[in-house]
């Protein structure tokens, strides 16, 4: 199967390229920057706001998997739109040039998300209509386009991974570590909140199984699916144990939960005035870290046909070695 | 006709709701507004119509439950009476033609065949009335809070004189909407605001009234009163109709209170009562009446069950002490109260009891609730009652105060036998208002030749013996039935497994058992305790109690045992003499097991397995359990001789399936000696009592397996199965595992989040005292790691785990699941 993956600068992504590459798929990678792409997938430099680019990419694929995006809260919603909404319009219509049958779109949770608790949640229709939010309201509306382009011809399915981590991730993991070992880590609320997140070996395996369950007529077809361990942590374990596999103290301050959200929502307005960067904290963070957060993980079972490989304990294990790797 | 915007601000359906233009026998045309909600054909399911009447002031909506719950199977139809709700004002209207415009509007939708019928309150009177009318065309009723006469004895309901008296009437039914809008506030479950904002929409002037004061000036309070001879009419028709009826009832209701439904009960052939406790007049929109009705509808297609029934008594209740009436050795001895008698003082004493009883009006069938606090007089009360053939109601106060009051009342009791405090709060606190009050002083003074004079029939096998309460760890407590026959069985069953004899001397430390001590025939002694919480029997008062009677044999509950352990200081030579220790009614730890065989080196320690329902189930001693070893949950033994038990999937429905050996599911018993059922709890019992294969089996409500070696092993509550995506999971054999963790007293495990998708959450005392909280990350570790390969999302301490009163044992554990979901939201903070 020769598939065309977007967006393979980021750890997940480029660990799908690689993934499918391994197994002996031909992969073609489009995003903007050259990247380290592992034997056998061939590197295209190119910017999915530019149609001509994802056409010519697409063309001979059999399948898209489609996963650039603009992430965090800095930028105009111009910005965010145009890479986030623009962008996958295009790969829908460069899907379609090239009479691609498969399309994987990469989402997130946050599409659907309204910031009280989700427990055991199903991958609920995304929202539109948020204010200030631009990442979230840039996806939602991406996804709707996308499985709205699920027809007879081309299957589409989203997948929404959450909160993935390990070794070599920036965000999560590289943000805590960091905080912690700079004695500045900060618990939303007591950090009782039950949270699911997806160690990144199996949120790899989840959109590998997603690309070879869609095609048309597949149960999953149009649809959405949230993607994680389904193994739900409290906060606090979570943080406690990625602090521990980085052998940094966990010596968090509480800090109420409300007070977390109006802070973020302050942060991440004033934040690109004064400072660059992605700022600290943020209304979703706080959010996200403040409420429950776990999923039905049965559609991914039933209808993809995909479980998780590796359980939260052996990604912390993963974690520690990968840490005791760059140490030594 | 309300408006679909209305009518969906409701939560009703705008699509159920239409106009129906009706030809009435009265030669009009009226138009009636019905919601209909069509059938959707469903495999297995028998297609059924339900017409649901509502009474005053209502509409409806007030079948807006049971439209949205009931099995999609099944249409409903709910018209709003004429004069009533959306439907043509014709001016009042009176019951003879309310019964008739249920034929015509039935005829103008052309439903054909019979229907089920579900009314409440003046519903129910014209539901009767079309039932006598057309009995070929009603396929069964559901009655709910409502009546067709005043019952025997007593006065209409006040509230509903009052509306009607002179000068009042029109103010409160029509120029004011004070009968409207006070309805939803009559006691019982309270209403949402949408809901008594929707009850009155109909009624928002006095014009649109009429109806409801009409159908208050229709209740005759005199025997002049046109409509007094129709219901007159219906009521005596009542006992032909051959149809299931059944019985809803709200008893916090202040118009049609319990007695109507007594009143009703007496009235049908095929009639079954199920009484809410905490529900009231508007019970169909309080509760969720929708169960009951599926419950009616396919118990009626299903027929009648076997009655559990045990052909002969064998040996009576009392025979023993009859038998030793003239004997001089000890019968029953009471250490708190320092008083003891022989076998010829106790049977003179039962015989006086029973003799004063019956000359106080006590008969055959009366049930007696039997107040007194454990003594000689409580285990003689019984029995007197037993040997005239009343039916003894013995409430623990191991229930709670409130427990005990709604036990007490649920029973209907006609009288009260206690201590002048006790029969006074019977009365004061509305247990038994009308019961008539019996001091136990005032059953002293009749010798025991007139009971021989008054030459009573004793009860026979199928008599019911007695009404005794489940612990209410789960819910309120329920009233559980037993005949004498039940009871005779019950009695030689332990005899048999226990190897009683008449050389045995028996000490209780629990009221209900020390009864069984004079049917065995065995000397019985009263441990000096305080019955209301078990953990307070020491280990010196129950080897004073032993040393009274010189015991051979011991009964006390799990807590009652862990308190005399942890008591047990000096020498307790009494004690270490019996042969025979057992404890039952919540599981007993294997630890306080070996620990009680240093006490009593020579007793055969033994766990009784059952449930108030049906006792015992099976049995086993520390020697067994401990060559069992460990295993998935809690080894209960081997069922008893006589007890058969199977393992019934969980997920069949009504219908028993057996699953194989090994595997886990719901455990359910036959035997002779389980009790009838339950009491006043019809639904609960069609549930709990399913035919297999011809005969009657009681579901027991807890899951497990039976081994190999034919051992029962018990896994938890059926209710308290965490249904995980990768199916259910029983909480026991976690909380044993967890158990086994250093520094862990005790554990539950819980499910949190939506059925399907939980997630199992751990929640432990610990030795160690710590506040409520997430657990160290050492100690959730080796939690996890025991519960393995059992994902646990979350290991939380806790200082006290919510237990119930009686046992002090049984863990809520559906009570902390929502607890602890709420902890884990985050967003309780």
Known sequence: MKVLVTGGGSMLLGGVAAALAARGDEVVCLQRRPIHVPDGVRQVQGDVRQPDAVRSAAEGCDAILHGAARVGVLGTWDDFRSVNVDGTSNVLAAARAAGVSRVVHVSTPSVAHSGHSLVGAGADAAVTGRKGAFYAESKALAELLALAANSPELAVVAIRPHLVWGPGDTQLVGRIVERAAAGRLVMVGDGSALVDTTYIDNAVSAHVAALDAVRPGAVCAGSAYVVANGEPRTVRELVEGICRAAGVPFAPREVPAGLAVRVGGLVERLWPRFRDGEPPITRFVAEQLGTAHWFDPRPMRDDIGWRPHVTLDEGFELLRQSFARSAA | ?829
């Open chain 2, 1 to 829: 006709m309300p408006s679909a915007a209305d009518l969906a601000a409701f939560g009703l359906d705008p699509s159920w709701s239409r106009m129906v233009q009706v030809p009435g026998h009265d030669g009009a045309t009226h138009r009636w507004h019905v919601l209909d909600r069509p059938a959707e054909g469903a495999e297995g399911v028998a297609a059924a119509t339900v017409v649901c009447l509502h009474g005053n002031p209502t509409w409806s909506f007030l079948w807006s439950r049971l439209l949205h719950e009931l099995h999609p199977a099944y249409r409903v139809i709910a018209p709003d009476q004429l004069s009533m709700g959306w439907s043509d004002r014709v001016g009042a209207r009176r019951y003879v033609d309310r019964v008739a415009d249920v034929h015509d509007l039935l005829a103008a939708l052309g439903v054909a065949g019979p229907v089920w019928l579900v009314a409440q309150d003046w519903g129910g009177a014209i539901a009767m009335g079309h039932a006598v009318a057309h009995p070929q065309q009603v396929a069964g009723l559901v009655l709910s809070n409502t009546g067709i006469a005043v019952p025997e004895g007593r006065h209409a309901p006040w509230l509903i004189r009052l509306a009607a008296s002179h000068g009042v009437h029109r103010l409160v039914t029509r120029s004011t909407p004070l009968f409207v809008r006070g309805t939803p506030f009559l006691p019982g479950r309270p209403l949402t605001r949408v809901q008594r904002r929707a009850l009155a929409a109909p009624y928002r002037t006095a014009g649109r009234r009429d109806g409801v004061a009409g159908f208050v000036a229709d209740v005759p309070f005199g025997d002049l009163h046109v409509t007094k001879s129709a219901l007159d009419r219906v009521a005596a028709a009542l006992p032909s109709l051959r149809v299931p009826v059944r019985l809803v009832w709200g008893s916090r209701d202040p118009v049609f209170n319990d007695d109507f439904a007594d009143d009703l009960h007496g009235r049908f052939a095929d009639v079954q009562l199920h009484r809410i406790a905490d529900a009231g007049h508007l019970c169909v929109l309080e509760t969720s009446i929708a169960p009951f009705v599926e419950a009616a509808i396919a118990g009626a297609a299903s027929g009648p069950t076997p009655a559990a029934r045990v052909a002969d008594v064998g040996e009576s209740l009392w025979s023993r002490i009859e038998a030793a009436a003239d004997s001089s050795s000890l019968a029953v001895s009471d250490a708190a109260a320092d008083e003891a008698v022989n076998g010829a003082e106790f049977a003179e004493r039962v015989a006086g009891f029973a003799a004063s009883l019956h000359a106080r009006g006590v008969r055959r069938g009366d049930r007696v609730a039997v107040l007194v606090p454990p003594g000689i007089d409580l285990i003689a009360v019984v029995y007197a009652c037993w040997r005239i053939g009343a039916v003894t109601v013995v409430a623990d106060r191991g229930l709670g105060l409130g427990g005990l009051g709604r036990a007490v009342r649920s029973a209907r009791v006609k009288f009260v036998v206690g201590p002048k405090r006790a029969v006074a709060a019977a009365r004061t606190l509305r247990w038994a208002p009308k019961a008539t009050a019996i001091t136990v002083g005032s059953l002293r003074g009749n010798d025991a030749p007139r009971l021989r004079e008054l030459a009573i029939d004793a009860p026979t096998a199928d008599d019911p013996a007695a009404v005794v309460f489940t612990s209410g760890a789960t819910g309120p407590a329920k009233g559980v039935r037993y005949t004498h026959g039940q009871l005779c069985a019950q009695r030689d069953a332990l005899r048999a497994l226990y190897g009683i004899t008449d050389g045995d001397r028996f000490v209780a430390a629990f009221a209900p058992f020390a009864v069984f001590g004079p049917a065995l025939g065995i000397a019985t002694g009263l441990a000096d305790m305080d019955v209301t919480a078990p953990a307070t029997l020491t280990a010196a008062a129950l080897d004073e109690a032993c040393r009274r009677i010189d015991a051979t044999m011991v009964f006390a509950s799990p807590a009652a045992l862990a308190n005399v352990l942890a008591t047990a200081s000096g020498p307790l030579p009494s004690l270490a003499k019996v042969r025979l220790v057992m404890s039952a009614g919540a599981p007993v730890p294997i630890e306080t097991l070996r620990r009680l065989a240093d006490l009593c080196p020579l007793a055969e320690l033994c766990t009784p397995y059952g449930m108030t329902e049906v006792l015992p189930v099976a049995d086993t001693t520390l020697t067994r359990r401990a060559a069992v070893g460990a295993g998935r949950g809690v080894c209960v033994g081997e069922p008893v001789p006589g007890c058969d038990v199977l393992i019934a999937s969980t997920d069949a429905g009504a219908r028993l399936q057996e699953l194989p050996v090994g595997d886990t599911g719901e455990v359910v018993v036959h035997t002779p000696w389980m009790s009838s059922g339950y009491d006043g709890l019809w639904h609960t019992q069609q549930l709990a009592r399913p035919t297999h294969e011809g005969r009657t089996w009681h579901r027991t409500g807890d899951v497990g397996h039976l081994d190999t070696a034919g051992h029962l092993w018990i896994e938890g509550r059926v209710v308290h199965l965490i249904h995980t995506p990768m199916g259910p999971v029983t909480p026991v054999p976690l909380e044993v595992a967890a158990e086994a963790v250093a520094g862990v007293q005790r554990a539950a495990a819980v499910g949190i989040g939506p059925r399907g998708v939980q997630q199992v959450v751990i929640v432990i005392e610990t030795t160690a005292d710590r506040a409520d909280g997430p657990a160290a990350p050492e100690l959730a570790a080796a939690v996890r790691a025991a519960a393995a390969p059992q994902p646990v999302a979350a290991v939380w301490t806790t200082r006290q785990l919510p237990v119930d009163i009686r046992h002090n044992a049984k863990i809520d554990r559906s009570a902390l699941g929502r607890m602890m979901e709420r902890r884990l939201s985050g967003s309780s903070r």
